[in-house]
């Protein structure tokens, strides 16, 4: 079956790096666009990053951008979020999603399936 496992989150200071991963099984990674969302308290989920089926092509919220990366290994089944400079409105459940559409879907709707989430905190 399907899984998405992410990874790599935490409790960290302000300033500090994260490194979430999210292990792929139960399709074909490689035929996936790949996205990184996030959910905070009475908010939405939104997407923080998102990259192409070949890694070439990436998206990032406006927010995270200059401090985040996302990154996959098609070998590996696995999706990166590398993140940064962390500050204290990062704070969420971050969550990986794979997307069989035929470009970088930027809403949750655009996704096929879902991890189960992983807390990041962060504290000012």
């Known amino acids: 079956q399907v899984q998405l496992v992410e990874s790599g989150g935490g409790l960290v200071q302000a300033g500090d790096s994260l490194r979430l991963s999210c292990a792929a099984s139960?399709?074909?990674?490689?035929?996936?666009?790949m996205g990184w969302f996030r959910q905070a308290p009475g908010k939405e989920r939104e997407l923080v990053a998102a990259i192409s089926r070949s890694g070439r092509s990436t998206n990032y919220a406006d927010s995270v951008k200059g401090r985040f990366t996302i990154s996959r290994d098609n070998a590996k089944n696995t999706v990166y979020l590398q993140m940064n400079n962390l500050k204290p409105e990062d704070t969420a459940v971050y969550y990986c999603?794979?997307?069989?559409?035929?470009?970088?879907?930027?809403?949750?709707?655009?996704?096929?399936?879902w991890g189960q989430g992983t807390q990041v905190t962060v504290s000012s």
């Open positions: 999603a794979a997307s069989a559409s035929s470009g970088i879907a930027t809403i949750p709707g655009g996704y096929n399936y």
């Open positions: 139960g399709f074909t990674f490689s035929g996936y666009f």
